[in-house]
């Protein structure tokens, strides 16, 4: 399972808003210049290898969900990961912090057995 805080929610749907109320940049026409429906959005997590600790986590919007994606919900914010970043993500919390200096999305991973300097990468 991979959790959001309330924080983090909120600063996820206000990245929501501004793809468009429906999940996009723009309608667009169907059929006979009707408008289609718009697609839900969705926080991508996942692991990618990289970094200087050897993977990287990503957050992405995203209206696509994969066959075999995990899909977890809260605070009305739809989190989606792939099976194989599962494998690193399970038990992860999304948050969101406010600094003096800036304001992120940190994930804290429980799986990680250590963090590069900057945060962006993990080992475990």
């Known amino acids: 399972m991979i959790t959001i805080t309330e924080a983090a929610a ?3 749907l ?3 808003d501004r793809h ?3 999940g ?3 309608p667009t026409d169907g059929p006979a210049g009707t408008a ?3 697609k839900p959005l969705y926080l991508r997590v996942s692991v990618v290898g990289g970094g200087c600790s050897g993977f990287k986590q990503a957050l992405e919007v995203t209206d696509t969900v994969g066959e075999n994606d995990e899909v977890f919900e809260e605070h009305g914010v ?3 990961c792939d099976p194989k970043s599962h494998i690193y993500l399970d ?3 999304i948050d969101y912090k406010t600094g003096v200096m800036n304001s992120e999305f940190v994930l804290d991973i429980p799986t990680a057995t250590g963090r590069c ?3 962006a990468s993990f080992s475990a």
């Open 10 to 12: 909120k600063e996820v």
């Open 117 to 119: 300097g900057c945060g």
């Open 24 to 26: 996009a940049d723009a």
């Open 36 to 38: 289609t429906e718009p």
């Open 78 to 80: 739809k989190v989606i």
């Open 20 to 22: 468009g109320q429906s």
């Open 91 to 93: 038990g992860a919390i």
């Open 14 to 16: 206000k990245v929501f």
